[in-house]
């Protein structure tokens, strides 16, 4: 047989493929069973510390994001919900205030009128004793019908005000919310209204008023002499009432509000009754503030 000298290819090997490395032989080749040489190397943390720290970054990574973040909602929503205003409704303290007040007011219209009681009494008993004190009692009574310090009791005219039915979806066009309340104005031209026609006595709700009685209104609630009413409204005057109705028909006051009642549902009645009684007035009568007409 001839011999084939050269590398011999396995039958049915890939000639393309890298050809195995020869195996090495043990006489020859040693393995190198010398230790390393330790490598200096810097201090590392325990697996355990080195995934604790990174937990920790990982939660307030995450949290101070999202404390930011529900922060400026609350900032929006507080901006959105005031407006531009405070957050603390001030009407509600107000009301408050004024209630407090009326209890007050009532507390102390009581004690004015037992000490005026008592007054009227010692007043009496010295008439009978003392000519100059007589006198001035004389002098006084003769002034207290116009002082309205005496009770009177008449026929006469009740005029009454409340406010529109209507709710703030229902306002005709061109008009406000504001519209549809009764104002202080109101109340008040009613009043010069009566005067001008004569009004011997006049009562607002259950009080009596003079000339110098001042009517104010917050909201749509009324205070008179530190008591406090809601709508209807009610004037009553003693006097001849076809003068007192002369008088508020032309009256230009009165004509204006009578167009917001045409306009805006505002109430607006007059009723001629044949007898009223108006008691004394109980407040003060000094004048504090005064203008003379030149």
């Known amino acids: 047989m001839t011999e084939r000298t050269g590398d011999a290819t396995p039958s049915g090997a890939d000639p393309s493929r890298p050809a195995p490395e020869p195996h090495a032989d043990p006489e020859t080749t040693a393995p190198d069973t010398t230790p390393a040489a330790p490598v200096d190397a810097p201090d590392q943390p325990t697996p355990r510390r080195r995934w604790r720290i990174g937990r920790q970054l990982t939660i307030w990574t995450i949290l101070v994001p999202l404390v930011a973040v529900l922060a400026g909602a609350l900032f929006s929503a507080s901006q959105g919900a005031a407006q531009g205003t405070d957050l603390r409704s001030a009407a509600s303290g107000l009301a408050d205030v004024i209630r407090d007040e009326a209890r007050r007011a009532t507390m102390r219209a009581a004690e004015v009128t037992r000490l005026q009681d008592e007054v009227a009494s010692l007043t009496e008993l010295r008439t009978d004793r003392d000519e100059a004190v007589a006198g001035i009692l004389d002098s006084a009574n003769r002034y207290a019908q116009h002082a309205g310090t005496l009770p009177v009791t008449g026929p006469g005219v009740a005029v009454s005000l409340t406010d529109s039915p209507l709710r ?18 109101d109340v008040q031209g009613v009043v ?35 008591r406090v009413y809601s709508p209807p409204f009610v004037i009553t005057a003693i006097g001849d009432q076809g ?10 006051s009165v004509q204006i509000y009578q167009e917001y009642v045409a306009a805006a549902g505002l109430g607006y009645e ?21 203008t003379p007409i030149r």
């Open 168 to 185: 703030g979806d229902q306002i005709p066009e061109g008009l406000t919310v504001d519209d549809l309340v009764v104002h202080q104005q």
């Open 270 to 290: 007059v009723e001629v009754l044949d007898e009223i009684e108006a008691p004394a007035y109980s407040g003060s009568i000094g004048l504090q503030h005064a």
């Open 243 to 252: 003068r007192l109705q002369e008088a508020l028909a032309n009256d230009r």
């Open 192 to 226: 010069n209204a009566l005067w001008r026609g004569g009004a011997e006595a006049m009562m607002i709700q259950d009080q009596r008023i003079i000339s110098t009685s001042a009517v104010r209104c917050v909201g749509n609630t009324l205070i008179l002499q530190g």
